[in-house]
């Protein structure tokens, strides 16, 4: 009686009503008013939240999907150092593509706090209830020509409010200019500053306010909310009712398609079902990281209470608004749960470079390699060197050209996999804070592919050893050019 009464507030229909399309709550209203408020300022952020929505849209193409399972759940990196279990790994795929909607779905909700129509005002509501699995989809169609006619019009939305960003930009530079020569002349006095020829400034600045007024006009400042927000909020549903179709297979609490006719259509009825399937990792070569993860759950992403928040290692429900996000759910056991992922991403990068440039690997360079090393692996490195190279000295360097060449072949075969992986944790990273700063920022990257799950032990384990091969070309490469081999058998 309570979701009656609930659904029928949100409705606007009798407490008898139990079946509402979702569809219709993100028309537009006729009745609304017309001199509704731009956006004005806050077109800036739209456009982000419309670029974010956009890229996410376009990334959940079957190509895209086909990419991601036949190119990075099979790295060779991925399955070795974090999980071999693919569909654990894309329950981790469809908790970052959540996360990443749920951050659209805030900024569309702050923005629909302001809109005339009743139905947007309430989208926050609207779209829980859709995750709670209380409402019908109705039908959707991903990549139908109706749904690409909406995302290119937010595409073209977003072109061009970044083109009037940066058209005010250079218009506020110009305005600087202005102001420093009005007191120029000023400071001239009025025989000299009748002489002072400023036309071809002067039209430069007439002309970029042109173009600041001409892209205000195109842009979302003078879009109104509901019409902004309307776009939004009818693309994020397709979003979700996408997300359900494709990884629907791999975490069950997700609404289910009730009928699929033809591949590009999904008319999803979802079910209240509270049932929660477990993914538990598998991991790779080494056994001994079976329970790095512990037991994960994947929560109903709306804005749920806090209730459920538990500790990694038991259950640990992505109720990715309120709660954990994705980068949250790695353990300490883990490199990302360790808070090593960069710096070790970064000793990887930084070998990777000496390995195939050994001529640049002098002192300062080994220096500086070994101080990015945490105190735990400065004692393995130095205990494994100084035992290597004391054995060594005892044999003579008749096999030096022959240890250091094994050591490449070893080097660069480990390289193969580990290095995509580490560029992939620096990629990660770049790509995130481009986002926050950019109208077109395109995330290429997911976090399951970089070191942020890796398992910690394995991981140090290849990087000590890559430093100890490192050591022994390094040793080989200045005797053969004559320098002074290094005794320290420290680093």
């Known amino acids: 009686m309570v979701m009656q009464t609930t659904m029928a507030w949100l409705s606007g229909a009798s407490t008898k009503t139990t079946h509402i399309n979702t569809r219709n709550l993100f028309c537009l209203d006729k009745s609304s008013s017309p001199s509704s408020v731009t956006l004005g300022i806050l077109s800036f952020e739209t456009a982000r939240t419309m670029s974010r929505l956009v890229h996410l849209y376009r990334s959940l193409s079957s190509e895209e999907f086909s990419e991601l399972c036949e190119g ?245 429900p992505l109720d990715i608004v309120k709660n954990k996000k994705v980068m949250q759910l790695a353990t300490e056991s883990t490199v990302g749960g360790a808070g090593l992922a960069l710096r070790y991403a970064n000793i990887i990068i930084y070998a990777e470079r000496y390995l195939y440039a050994p001529t640049c690997i002098n002192d300062e360079a080994r220096g500086y390699l070994y101080e990015l090393l945490p105190e735990n692996l400065k004692t393995t490195v130095r205990g494994k060197l100084w035992g290597h190279w004391c054995t060594r000295a005892h044999e003579g360097s008749g096999g030096s050209h022959s240890l250091a060449e094994g050591w490449r072949e070893a080097l660069e075969e480990m390289m193969s996999w580990l290095a995509p992986v580490a560029h992939d944790t620096v990629k990660w990273q770049q790509e995130r804070y481009l986002e926050k700063q950019r109208f077109d920022a395109k995330p290429t990257v997911m976090l399951f592919q970089t070191l942020h799950f890796a398992d910690l032990e394995k991981t140090e384990v290849a990087i000590v050893e890559v430093l100890v091969g490192l050591s022994c070309i390094y040793r080989y490469e200045n005797k053969r050019l004559g320098g002074r081999p290094s005794g320290d058998g420290c680093r």
């Open 72 to 316: 990075a759940l099979k790295s060779q990196g991925v399955a070795f150092l974090n999980s071999s279990d693919e569909g654990f790994l894309l329950s981790l795929a469809c908790a970052e593509k959540l996360e990443e909607l749920n951050r659209a779905v805030n900024a569309v909700t702050r923005l629909a706090r302001k809109c005339t129509d009743a139905s947007l005002n309430r989208f926050d509501q609207t779209y829980a209830e859709m995750c709670l699995g209380v409402r019908d989809f109705g039908k959707l169609e991903y990549a139908s020509k109706s749904v690409e006619k909406l995302v290119e019009k937010m595409d073209k939305y977003v072109k061009a409010t970044s083109n009037l960003h940066a058209a005010l930009e250079s218009l506020a530079e110009l305005e600087i200019s202005e102001g420093k020569i009005k007191k120029w002349k000023q400071n001239l006095g009025p025989k000299q500053a009748n002489k002072a020829n400023t036309d071809y400034f002067d039209e430069k600045i007439a002309y970029q306010r042109k173009q600041v007024k001409h892209y205000r006009d195109v842009s979302l400042w003078n879009q109104t909310f509901d019409q902004s927000v309307g776009l939004m909020t009818r693309v994020i549903t397709i979003i979700y009712a996408r997300i359900c179709l494709l990884f629907g297979q791999y975490v069950s609490d997700l609404p289910r398609p009730s009928k699929i006719t033809k591949p590009t259509s999904q008319r999803m009825r979802v079910h209240p079902d509270t049932n929660f399937m477990h993914f538990t990792s598998k991991s790779g070569p080494i056994a001994k990281s079976s329970q790095k993860f512990g037991t994960i759950r994947i929560a109903k992403s709306g804005p749920l209470p806090k209730s459920e928040d538990k500790v990694i290692g038991k259950r640990i």
